[in-house]
Structures are given as structure tokens and as C-alpha cells.
């Protein structure tokens, strides 16, 4: 994740920029920097948007409608992200990746955006305050490490929140899902019945259970993978107790 | 001493030396034939712990024969089981490796990591062709608790759907048949989790399409008695295809011989593809998808032959480029699944 800014291999003749093999380049860090700094200045307008909003109706419920702009351009601009693992520049994994941002886009367009009536649902809130904790701190990290002056208190916040955040994020959408399901079904949302000439059928309300089940097995791997790493991370960094 | 140093000893009152016999160094046993034996110690991969140690080895043993070796300390772990590696970091050796020819001293050593419970290719094919087969007349005799109470074990009033039933439950008794008397398969074994993974995937998608076409609501092709037709000859049509490609493969190898060779077209008019493809029988087995899909007009059937092709297209590439890499004569015309394309 951070850059390579040492010149490592020997340029090639023709080459009118010497290209690193290992790690972004410095044309690639530079983009990732603004990337990472514009995703992070925005969850930030969401971040205040909801305080304000909250503020100045005195209550917590229906915010969703005070961020919903931002919020939908902001989540789904982190499909970028799986463009950049496909292409290289962050060492992530492309399905892992794209796993993650999808079912986030999942969740704002497919359920959140399309049935109007979950909108007034306070799980909404509980998602969209743990979405935007979690981003703020991932993106600044991210902004950070490839910059190179990483503070600890951000990488001990990006694998330490998330023990609280993740969960209640899982909550949030579980709860959401459920509501909007009495919605689907009455109307038939995004479904499609038999006969028709494609000879196919896709019924959107029990595709929502489904997702709904899948949450049993992924939510505990993904939880338990985030807890070794936090292991792993801030293990370490206990012995050497120096800004990275 | 050395026998032979004895007999020069003698040779030499006798006569001058004809051949001057190299003095033998006193590093290894000595042995007539002066074979150098060696030692094989085996290691667990993770915990570097001492599993066995094998001492006299020939030095002609393979790899296979120093699993062997090891499976009968550990009966639990039997061959196909084992990877050898010369270091954690690097590949499993293969069986055929011969143990002299390694970047060994006299003592080597070699990590062992268990691969988990195997099976044979075989095994899995028959796995992953015999559940469609039943699961499809499953659907298609409209058994209990698929489809609405009055219609089990009703028949479908249109033809298409009984030619349907023929073309797919074709398509995999060719199949289980070919597994058992035809193919050749190289590579020994795959672990047991992959069972799981491909057979759901094939049963799934088999139950996915029959569910569809031998639905009461299935609506028939938009054109017709052309169209199903047209889908019919495009299927047989590739499954002749398919099946004169797999017995040019079948003929390639010899049993038992482990030399690569360049398969070419033959007589039979099928083969003929060879001088554009790679991987023919990949091509004729999209074809045969693709006119099952046309026949049936139904949209998952669509879909599983897209990503059908999808992975026989990274299996052709990956088989494509191994030929070039044995092959420095490998036939210039050639692309790995479609003509000119891909």
C-alpha cells in the first residue's frame, strides 16, 4: 500500500519515465492520494451532513434523506476501487474487493434507493453511521500510508473500530433488508414470472432472503480474517513503539 | 581398501599399468559397483519436525518411490496425498523426478505437506456427469415437489421439450462413457474439497436449466420448428465433433509413455479444425452448448454456456500456451479455442 519511491530497477532504454515493476508508480500514487483524499473529504460531508441534519431537527430519525445525494455518490464511486485492483495499483485482491464495494452498492441502490418506504427506517441510520465512521477512518489510511507518514492512533482506529462498527453495520443492513421485503413482495419489485419468451423467472423477494441467509457464513469469516490482521498489525507495532 | 585398488596393486607387479587406475578417495562406503547411496530425511513443512529418515536410497529412485517409502511409515498419507518440496518456498516436486538428478547432497532433505484426502480425475468426472443426467429426468418426469401438485408426473405437450430431454441426457451418457472408456487422463489426483465445488456447480446449473425447460409454463422457441431444428443440427453436429477430437487425443498417448506430441488433424473431417485450434474439443463442446441454447430458447442455459466458455476459453489459453512452450515447431496458424479470435 505505501509507495515505492525508491528507484529500484534500471530504466528501460526506451522509456522516457523509468517504470518500477514492484508497486504503484509515482504517476499512480499521486492519482490514488487524491482518490483516497476526495473519499475521505466526502464521507466527511456525510459525517456532518447527518450531525447537522440531526441537530436541526432535534431528532435521529429520517436523516437519510439529508445525505442521501453524497451518500450515493460516494458509494458507489468506490467502484473505482475494483478498477484498481484489476489493474494493479493496489495490492488487493479483485474478487475480495469487488465482493465488499458490490454488496455496499447493493444496499444503497438495490434495496435502500429502490424501496422508498425502508427509507424512514431507523436501520438505515445504523448502517449509514457505521458506513461512514468506517470510511472516514479506511480512506485516511489509506491517504496516509501511501503518503508515507502513517500515525499509529489511524492504523490502531482502522483495526480497532471496526470490532463495534462492523457489527452494527451488519445489523443496520440485515434490519433494512428485512424491512423492505413485505415491499417487494406486494409490488414485485425487479421480478420477473413465468411463461415469457426467455423461459426465466427471478423472484427478487426470496433473492433477498438468500442474502439475507448468506450473511450467516460471511459475516464471521470476514469478522474473524479482520481480527487476525489486527493481530497481526498492531501485534507488531507493540514492539516498536515509533511513528511509522 | 578398495578392490580395485587391490587388483592394480596387483596388475602393477605384473605389468605397467595399462590403465592407470584413479586411486579411489576414501569418502564413500565401499560398495563393488561404488553406487553412492543416499540418505533422504523428510521434514514437516510447517513445523520443520523430523518425520522419517530413509538411509541406502538409490539414487535412481524417483520421487514417487520415496512416497511410497514414506507411506509406509505413515500408512494415513498415501502417495497421491504427499508434496515433496526441496524448500518451503519453492514447488511440490513431481513424482517422475529423479532423486540424482536433484540439487542434493547425499543427504537431502524434503518437506512434506499433506494435500489432504484425494481423488482420481476419473472419479470426479463420473461425480460431475452423473448428477445432471439424473437431476435433468428428474425435472423432465415432473417428480413430486418441483412444479404445482397437478402437473407431477405429467408430460410436457411440446415436442421440443422431449428432444430437449434426448439432447442433454445424450450429452452426458456420451460423457460418462468417454470418462470410463476413452479419455486418458494424466494428472493423477485432485483434492476432495473440489468434488464439492464442481459438482454443485454442474448440478446446479443442470437442475437451474431443467427446471425451465420442462416447466408447464415453458413458452417454445419464437421461430419455430426452424429454430429447434436449427439448434438440433448444430448440436449433434458438435457432439460428433466433440468426440472425434477426444479419440485423436485418446490415440496421441500411448499408455504409460509420458511423451508429448502435437496432435494434427486426421482423416476424419471433424479434425480438420486442428489446423485453426488447440483445443478443438473445447470448440465443439461451446457449439453443442450454443445449439442447446438456441433449441431451447431459455436464458440460463444461455448462461451457463457463457460461462462455460469463459473457463474453457482459460483452460484452452492455458493448454495453447504450453504448447508453444514444449513445442518450438508448434503450428504458427493455430489460436486455443476460437478460430482467429481467442
Known amino acids: 500500500m505505501s509507495a515505492a519511491a525508491q528507484g529500484t530497477s534500471k530504466a528501460a532504454h526506451g522509456d522516457v519515465a523509468p517504470k518500477k515493476k514492484k508497486g504503484p508508480g509515482a504517476l499512480a500514487t499521486a492519482y490514488l492520494v487524491i482518490y483516497n483524499v476526495v473519499m475521505t473529504a466526502g464521507w466527511l460531508v456525510i459525517a456532518v451532513g447527518l450531525?447537522?441534519?440531526?441537530?436541526?431537527?432535534?431528532?435521529?430519525?429520517?436523516?437519510?434523506?439529508s445525505i442521501e445525494k453524497p451518500l450515493k455518490f460516494f458509494q458507489t464511486g468506490a467502484l473505482l476501487e475494483i478498477l484498481h485492483c484489476a489493474v494493479g495499483i493496489v495490492p488487493s485482491s479483485v474478487v475480495l474487493t469487488g465482493f465488499q464495494v458490490l454488496s455496499r452498492v447493493f444496499l444503497t441502490w438495490a434495496v435502500t434507493h429502490s424501496v422508498r418506504e425502508v427509507q424512514s427506517e431507523d436501520s438505515v441510520l445504523l448502517f449509514v453511521t457505521a458506513w461512514t465512521v468506517t470510511e472516514i477512518i479506511r480512506y485516511s489510511f489509506y491517504t496516509f500510508s501511501l503518503?508515507?507518514?502513517?500515525?499509529?492512533?489511524?492504523?490502531?482506529?482502522?483495526?480497532?473500530?471496526?470490532?463495534?462498527?462492523?457489527?452494527?453495520?451488519?445489523?443496520?443492513?440485515?434490519?433494512?433488508?428485512?424491512?423492505?421485503?413485505?415491499?417487494?413482495?406486494?409490488?414485485?419489485?425487479?421480478?420477473?414470472?413465468?411463461?415469457?419468451?426467455?423461459?426465466?423467472?427471478?423472484?427478487y423477494y426470496t433473492f433477498l432472503i438468500l442474502i439475507m441467509i448468506s450473511y450467516i457464513p460471511l459475516f464471521p469469516q470476514l469478522y474473524f480474517h479482520m481480527l487476525r490482521q489486527r493481530k497481526k498489525v498492531l501485534g507488531r507495532t507493540e514492539d516498536y513503539s515509533k511513528v511509522e | 581398501m578398495d578392490i580395485l585398488a587391490l587388483e592394480a596393486k596387483n596388475a602393477n607387479v605384473?605389468?605397467?599399468?595399462?590403465?592407470?587406475?584413479?586411486?579411489?578417495?576414501?569418502?564413500?562406503?565401499?560398495?563393488?559397483?561404488?553406487?553412492?547411496?543416499?540418505?533422504?530425511?523428510?521434514?514437516?513443512?510447517?513445523?520443520?519436525?523430523?518425520?522419517?529418515l530413509l538411509d541406502k536410497v538409490e539414487p535412481t529412485a524417483t520421487v514417487l518411490d520415496i512416497k511410497?517409502?514414506?507411506?509406509?511409515?505413515?500408512?494415513?498419507?498415501?502417495?497421491?496425498?504427499?508434496?515433496?518440496?526441496?524448500?518451503?518456498?519453492?514447488?511440490?516436486?513431481?513424482?517422475e523426478e529423479v532423486l540424482q538428478t536433484l540439487p542434493v547432497g547425499t543427504t537431502a532433505s524434503f518437506y512434506f505437506s499433506d494435500?489432504?484426502?484425494?481423488?482420481?480425475?476419473?472419479?470426479?468426472?463420473?461425480?460431475?456427469?452423473?448428477?445432471?443426467?439424473?437431476?435433468?429426468?428428474?425435472?423432465?418426469?415432473?417428480?413430486?415437489?418441483?412444479?404445482?401438485?397437478?402437473?407431477?408426473?405429467?408430460?410436457?405437450?411440446?415436442?421440443v421439450v422431449h428432444l430437449a430431454c434426448m439432447c442433454h441426457s445424450f450429452h452426458y451418457i456420451k460423457r460418462i462413457l468417454e470418462t470410463l472408456f476413452v479419455h486418458r487422463i494424466s494428472h493423477g489426483t485432485m483434492p476432495l474439497r473440489n468434488i464439492f465445488k464442481n459438482c454443485g456447480y454442474y448440478w446446479c446449473s443442470a437442475a437451474w436449466m431443467a427446471y425451465y425447460i420442462n416447466h408447464p409454463l415453458y413458452t417454445t422457441p419464437l421461430y419455430g420448428q426452424q429454430q429447434v431444428n436449427a439448434g438440433l443440427y448444430i448440436f449433434l453436429f458438435c457432439q460428433v465433433g466433440n468426440f472425434s477430437i477426444h479419440v485423436v487425443l485418446r490415440?496421441?498417448?500411448?499408455?504409460?509413455?509420458?511423451?508429448?506430441?502435437?496432435?494434427?488433424?486426421?482423416?476424419?473431417?471433424?479434425?480438420?479444425?486442428?489446423?485453426?485450434?488447440?483445443?478443438?474439443?473445447?470448440?465443439?463442446?461451446?457449439?453443442?452448448?450454443?445449439?442447446?441454447?438456441?433449441?431451447?430458447?431459455?436464458?440460463?442455459?444461455?448462461?451457463?454456456?457463457?460461462?462455460?466458455?469463459?473457463?474453457?476459453?482459460?483452460?484452452?489459453k492455458g493448454k495453447h500456451r504450453s504448447y508453444l512452450k514444449e513445442f518450438r515447431d508448434y503450428p504458427t496458424l493455430r489460436s486455443s479455442i476460437l478460430p482467429f479470435i481467442v
Open chain 1, 51 to 65: 450531525v447537522r441534519a440531526y441537530v436541526a431537527r432535534g431528532s435521529y430519525h429520517g436523516l437519510y434523506y
Open chain 1, 147 to 203: 503518503l508515507n507518514h502513517l500515525p499509529y492512533l489511524i492504523k490502531w482506529a482502522r483495526y480497532t473500530f471496526f470490532i463495534l462498527l462492523y457489527p452494527m453495520g451488519v445489523t443496520g443492513e440485515l434490519l433494512t433488508i428485512y424491512a423492505a421485503l413485505p415491499y417487494v413482495q406486494k409490488t414485485g419489485l425487479y421480478s420477473v414470472t413465468l411463461p415469457n419468451k426467455y423461459n426465466f423467472s427471478f423472484d
Open chain 2, 115 to 159: 494435500l489432504g484426502p484425494q481423488l482420481t480425475w476419473g472419479t470426479v468426472f463420473l461425480a460431475e456427469s452423473v448428477g445432471p443426467l439424473v437431476l435433468y429426468l428428474m425435472f423432465y418426469f415432473r417428480l413430486p415437489f418441483i412444479y404445482s401438485p397437478k402437473y407431477d408426473f405429467t408430460s410436457s405437450k411440446h415436442w
Open chain 2, 251 to 316: 490415440n496421441l498417448k500411448q499408455p504409460g509413455s509420458k511423451v508429448k506430441k502435437i496432435p494434427y488433424p486426421t482423416r476424419n473431417p471433424f479434425t480438420w479444425i486442428f489446423w485453426l485450434v488447440s483445443c478443438p474439443n473445447y470448440t465443439y463442446e461451446l457449439g453443442s452448448w450454443i445449439g442447446f441454447t438456441v433449441m431451447t430458447q431459455c436464458v440460463p442455459v444461455a448462461l451457463f454456456t457463457l460461462v462455460a466458455f469463459i473457463q474453457m476459453t482459460v483452460w484452452a
Open chain 2, 14 to 52: 605384473a605389468d605397467a599399468e595399462k590403465k592407470p587406475t584413479p586411486k579411489p578417495k576414501a569418502k564413500q562406503p565401499k560398495k563393488a559397483k561404488r553406487i553412492v547411496y543416499f540418505e533422504v530425511e523428510i521434514l514437516d513443512l510447517k513445523t520443520k519436525e523430523k518425520l522419517l
Open chain 2, 68 to 95: 511410497a517409502l514414506f507411506h509406509k511409515s505413515y500408512p494415513k498419507w498415501y502417495p497421491a496425498r504427499q508434496s515433496l518440496r526441496l524448500d518451503p518456498k519453492t514447488k511440490s516436486l513431481r513424482d
